[in-house]
């Protein structure tokens, strides 16, 4: 599975439980090997900084196990 659809695929997801979710884009589109640039490491402490949930998802299961962990 591409970035791009493991990314639509769970915003989808989280669209349909009721969430709000955005993509924070990274130059590298390749999964697992992506790393987080300077900025998305800043916007992630803002985002959780505000109280809200900053995660990156390697495959979708592994997000539904950690969505189903913490919010189900």
């Given at each position: 599975?591409?970035?791009?659809?493991?990314?639509?695929?769970?915003?989808?997801?989280?669209?349909?439980?009721?969430?709000?979710?955005?993509?924070?884009?990274?130059?590298?589109?390749?999964?697992?090997?992506?790393?987080?640039?300077?900025?998305?490491?800043?916007?992630?402490?803002?985002?959780?900084?505000?109280?809200?949930?900053y995660?990156?998802?390697?495959?979708?299961?592994s997000?539904?196990?950690?969505?189903?962990?913490?919010?189900?």
């Amino acid at each position: 599975m591409t970035a791009n659809k493991l990314t639509a695929n769970i915003i989808k997801f989280l669209q349909i439980q009721g969430c709000q979710a955005e993509r924070v884009n990274n130059i590298a589109r390749k999964i697992g090997t992506d790393s987080q640039s300077i900025w998305q490491k800043a916007y992630q402490k803002e985002v959780e900084k505000a109280g809200g949930i900053y995660y990156i998802a390697k495959d979708f299961d592994s997000f539904y196990e950690w969505y189903n962990l913490n919010f189900k």
